[in-house]
Protein backbone atom coordinates (compact mmCIF):
# COMPACT_ATOMS: atom_id res chain seq x y z
CA UNK A 1 0.00 0.00 0.00
CA UNK A 2 1.15 3.71 -0.92
CA UNK A 3 -0.41 6.67 0.97
CA UNK A 4 -0.07 10.22 -0.92
CA UNK A 5 -0.15 13.22 0.52
CA UNK A 6 -0.26 16.50 -2.04
CA UNK A 7 0.34 19.86 -0.45
CA UNK A 8 0.72 23.52 -2.11
CA UNK A 9 -2.55 24.34 -3.41
CA UNK A 10 -4.40 27.61 -3.02
CA UNK A 11 -6.00 31.02 -4.54
CA UNK A 12 -4.07 32.44 -6.80
CA UNK A 13 -3.94 35.49 -9.60
CA UNK A 14 -3.81 34.71 -13.35
CA UNK A 15 -0.45 35.10 -13.71
CA UNK A 16 0.99 33.29 -10.74
CA UNK A 17 2.50 30.64 -9.88
CA UNK A 18 2.68 28.15 -7.71
CA UNK A 19 4.12 24.54 -6.25
CA UNK A 20 2.47 21.44 -5.88
CA UNK A 21 3.91 18.58 -3.89
CA UNK A 22 3.22 14.53 -3.47
CA UNK A 23 5.02 12.74 -0.54
CA UNK A 24 5.13 9.46 -0.97
CA UNK A 25 5.28 6.88 2.13
CA UNK A 26 7.19 4.77 -0.09
CA UNK A 27 10.03 5.12 -1.99
CA UNK A 28 10.02 6.49 -5.46
CA UNK A 29 12.56 5.06 -7.20
CA UNK A 30 10.03 1.89 -7.23
CA UNK A 31 7.60 3.71 -9.22
CA UNK A 32 7.36 3.25 -12.86
CA UNK A 33 5.34 6.37 -13.42
CA UNK A 34 4.11 9.44 -11.00
CA UNK A 35 1.68 12.02 -12.19
CA UNK A 36 -0.91 14.61 -11.94
CA UNK A 37 -3.68 14.94 -12.76
CA UNK A 38 -7.01 17.42 -12.47
CA UNK A 39 -10.32 17.25 -12.12
CA UNK A 40 -12.49 20.72 -12.89
CA UNK A 41 -16.13 20.33 -12.20
CA UNK A 42 -18.26 18.92 -14.26
CA UNK A 43 -15.08 17.82 -16.38
CA UNK A 44 -13.38 14.28 -16.83
CA UNK A 45 -9.97 13.90 -14.95
CA UNK A 46 -7.21 14.29 -17.42
CA UNK A 47 -3.39 13.90 -17.38
CA UNK A 48 -1.43 16.68 -16.50
CA UNK A 49 1.85 15.63 -16.53
CA UNK A 50 3.98 12.25 -15.61
CA UNK A 51 7.54 11.45 -15.08
CA UNK A 52 8.31 7.79 -15.36
CA UNK A 53 11.43 6.57 -13.80
CA UNK A 54 13.57 6.79 -16.19
CA UNK A 55 13.11 10.76 -15.97
CA UNK A 56 10.66 11.05 -19.32
CA UNK A 57 8.36 13.40 -18.72
CA UNK A 58 5.26 14.48 -20.55
CA UNK A 59 3.02 17.54 -20.22
CA UNK A 60 -0.82 17.62 -21.93
CA UNK A 61 -0.70 20.59 -25.02
CA UNK A 62 -2.71 23.39 -22.21
CA UNK A 63 0.78 23.32 -19.87
CA UNK A 64 3.59 22.88 -22.02
CA UNK A 65 6.02 25.75 -21.32
CA UNK A 66 4.36 26.86 -18.24
CA UNK A 67 4.47 23.86 -15.72
CA UNK A 68 7.41 21.37 -14.80
CA UNK A 69 7.13 18.08 -13.17
CA UNK A 70 9.91 16.99 -11.08
CA UNK A 71 10.52 14.03 -8.87
CA UNK A 72 13.17 13.91 -5.62
CA UNK A 73 13.65 10.06 -5.09
CA UNK A 74 15.94 11.22 -1.84
CA UNK A 75 12.53 12.47 -0.74
CA UNK A 76 10.29 10.83 -1.83
CA UNK A 77 8.52 13.44 -3.45
CA UNK A 78 6.71 15.00 -7.08
CA UNK A 79 6.13 18.26 -7.67
CA UNK A 80 4.75 20.33 -9.93
CA UNK A 81 5.65 23.81 -10.54
CA UNK A 82 2.81 25.42 -12.18
CA UNK A 83 3.79 29.22 -13.39
CA UNK A 84 2.00 31.88 -15.95
CA UNK A 85 -1.30 30.48 -13.90
CA UNK A 86 -4.63 31.10 -16.09
CA UNK A 87 -8.17 30.74 -14.77
CA UNK A 88 -8.72 27.66 -17.16
CA UNK A 89 -5.93 25.95 -14.61
CA UNK A 90 -8.55 25.70 -12.09
CA UNK A 91 -9.15 22.11 -10.85
CA UNK A 92 -8.98 19.81 -7.88
CA UNK A 93 -4.98 18.40 -8.67
CA UNK A 94 -4.70 15.10 -7.50
CA UNK A 95 -1.25 13.16 -8.03
CA UNK A 96 -0.88 9.37 -8.46
CA UNK A 97 1.52 6.12 -9.34
CA UNK A 98 1.83 3.15 -11.99
CA UNK A 99 3.70 0.71 -10.20
CA UNK A 100 3.84 -1.02 -13.37
CA UNK A 101 3.87 0.58 -16.59
CA UNK A 102 6.38 3.83 -17.51
CA UNK A 103 3.98 5.16 -19.99
CA UNK A 104 0.05 5.16 -18.70
CA UNK A 105 -1.94 7.78 -19.63
CA UNK A 106 -5.57 6.47 -18.66
CA UNK A 107 -6.57 7.24 -14.86
CA UNK A 108 -7.76 3.70 -14.87
CA UNK A 109 -4.16 2.10 -15.10
CA UNK A 110 -3.04 4.20 -12.16
CA UNK A 111 -2.70 2.41 -8.70
CA UNK A 112 -2.86 4.56 -6.17
CA UNK A 113 -4.04 8.20 -5.56
CA UNK A 114 -3.88 11.15 -3.47
CA UNK A 115 -6.45 12.74 -1.58
CA UNK A 116 -6.20 15.99 -3.76
CA UNK A 117 -5.76 19.82 -3.33
CA UNK A 118 -7.44 22.41 -4.85
CA UNK A 119 -5.77 25.63 -6.92
CA UNK A 120 -8.18 28.50 -8.10
CA UNK A 121 -6.57 30.78 -10.10
CA UNK A 122 -9.01 34.21 -10.10
CA UNK A 123 -9.01 36.42 -13.04
Known amino acids: QVQLVESGGGLVQAGGSLRLSCAASRRTFSFAVMAWFRQAPGKERELVAR???????YYTDSVKGRFTISRDNAKNTLYLQMNSLKPEDTAVYYC?????????????????WGQGTQVTVSS
Open 96 to 112: AVDTLNPWSVAPSSYDY
Open 51 to 57: INNAGST
